[in-house]
């Protein structure tokens, strides 16, 4: 049976990378919602509540926000 790591058997420096990435992701997130909500559907390549529930629920290291934010929009008129 393979052993698991536990939070207390990482190093300090992988404890805090680990931190700074979840933040960095949830922060992504976040900011991908509220303009997702702010924006006019007609703005928004595909449907809005498919984006949601992909920024919500997908672990993707903020690619999928990421991909909202750069990709998902169209520029306003």
């Not at 536990?6 to 420096?13: E, K, T």
């Not at 976040?30 to 909500?37: G, N």
């Not at 449907?47 to 290291?61: M, Q």
């Amino acid at each position: 049976m393979a052993m698991t790591r536990q939070w207390s058997d990482l190093s300090p420096g992988a404890r805090r990378l680990i931190v700074v990435l979840g933040s960095f992701e949830a922060l992504l997130k976040v900011v991908a919602l509220v303009d997702l909500a702010r924006r006019p559907a007609a703005e928004v390549r595909g449907k809005k509540w498919i984006w949601a529930l992909s920024i919500i629920l997908t672990n993707s290291v903020g690619a999928v926000p990421a991909a909202y934010l750069v990709r998902g929009r169209r520029p306003a008129d």
